[in-house]
């Protein structure tokens, strides 16, 4: 039973910050890349960061690169995404994923192959 479950998405005002968690079971983290996408309504599934399986390397798409910061605790067999300064054009679906010992290389925001394990989502609405 490999799981990787969302939580933390919901409804915050423009300029406001979540953060996501994304909480394994059945397997551990230590040896996966973390990554994070996210679905907004009518468009297509976006890479949005990515944390390599040794916790040492990050990348982050143009458009949340500032904003966003994607962190793991390993102990609690947990990754995050800390969102601030939130746009409704962060509004979607945001799944986590994780990937066997990925560095983290190339474009994330079309890094989705290389991702073994996925969660269910967890939506966020960004709107006043």
């Known amino acids: 039973q490999l799981q990787l479950v969302e939580s933390g998405g919901g409804l915050v005002q423009p300029g406001g910050s979540l953060r996501l968690s994304c909480a394994a079971s059945?397997?551990?983290?230590?040896?996966?890349?973390i990554g994070w996408f996210r679905q907004a309504p009518g468009k297509e599934r976006e890479g949005v960061s990515c944390i390599s399986f040794s916790g040492g390397y990050t990348e982050y798409a143009d458009s949340v690169k500032g904003r966003f910061t994607i962190s793991r605790d390993n102990a609690k067999n947990t990754g995050y995404l800390q969102m601030t300064s939130l746009t409704p054009e962060d509004t979607g679906v945001y799944y986590c994923?994780?990937?066997?010992?990925?560095?983290?290389?190339?474009?994330?925001?079309?890094?989705?192959?290389?991702?073994?394990?996925w969660g269910q989502g967890t939506q966020v609405t960004v709107s006043s």
């Open positions: 994923a994780a990937a066997a010992y990925f560095y983290c290389g190339g474009a994330v925001e079309s890094s989705s192959d290389e991702y073994d394990h």
């Open positions: 059945g397997f551990t983290l230590d040896d996966y890349a």
